[in-house]
């Protein structure tokens, strides 16, 4: 089964810097889907960034990129240009390549970030 | 409608009642999913429609739990003698493609409280 780990629970950045959030991952597929998920108070689950594992080239999204590490297993995210609306929980998550019955999302612990004004 | 919805938004129910949580997906979507999150955990899959039935319910975590999509578009959530461990937030996500790159798309959650 693939186990998704974030070790950080908490982290702030002040407003305008740039901060990385961590995820670790486990699994015996060599493809696979990444995800990054945003849940502010509201607990709309909100999709930042997606990264397919046969893909070299890190995701971009305007201010947020992702450091995608295959042998590592290492997925981490960065917010540049840090602003008070990024402030939330984030979630890091794990897809199988499968369709239909596999294409469950498996999450991580998730991160609180705050941002200062 | 423009996104997932879930109703109600909040339930506060006695140990031992039975409860319904409601999920409309996005129009057109026929994958849709059902998590549970618990106080500060990531959220945790508990069953899988595509179209009317239910292609995993793995997740479930006992007999209490069942989902069922009649229709293959709305989706209801059945808890029966609920109990104190079953309060949490109950997230619905829909889904266009069965294939490989389908994004999964959330509700806002109901929020489950059994006291």
């Known amino acids: 089964a693939q186990t998704v780990t974030q070790s950080q629970p908490e982290m702030s950045v002040q407003e305008a810097e740039t901060v990385t959030l961590s995820c670790t991952y486990d699994?015996?597929?060599?493809?696979?889907?990444l995800f990054w998920y945003k849940q502010p108070p509201s607990r709309q689950m909100i999709l930042v960034i997606r990264?397919?594992?046969?893909?070299?080239q890190n995701a971009t999204e305007n201010r947020f990129s992702v450091n995608f590490q295959k042998a590592a297993k290492s997925f981490s995210l960065k917010i540049s240009d840090s602003q008070l609306g990024d402030a939330a929980m984030y979630f890091c998550?794990?897809?199988?390549?499968?369709?239909?019955?596999?294409?469950?999302?498996?999450f991580g612990k998730g991160i609180t970030l705050s941002v200062r004004p | 409608g423009a996104g997932v919805s879930q109703t109600p938004s909040n339930k506060v129910t006695e140990k031992g009642k039975y409860v319904e949580l409601r999920c409309d997906p996005i129009?057109?979507?026929?994958?849709l999913y059902w998590y549970r999150q618990s106080l500060g955990q990531g959220p945790e899959f508990l069953i899988y429609?595509?179209?009317?039935?239910?292609?995993?319910d793995s997740g479930l975590p006992n007999d209490r739990f069942f989902a069922v999509r009649p229709e293959g578009s709305v989706s209801t959530l059945k808890i029966q003698r609920t109990e104190r461990g079953d309060s949490a937030v109950y997230l619905c996500?829909?889904?266009?493609?069965?294939?490989?790159?389908?994004?999964?798309?959330f509700g806002p959650g109901t929020r489950l409280l059994v006291l």
């Open positions: 996500a829909s889904s266009l493609d069965i294939g490989t790159s389908g994004t999964q798309y």
């Open positions: 699994t015996s597929e060599s493809d696979y889907y």
């Open positions: 990264q397919e594992a046969y893909k070299q």
């Open positions: 998550a794990y897809r199988s390549p499968f369709g239909g019955a596999n294409s469950k999302l498996t």
């Open positions: 129009s057109g979507h026929t994958a």
């Open positions: 429609f595509q179209g009317t039935g239910a292609a995993d």
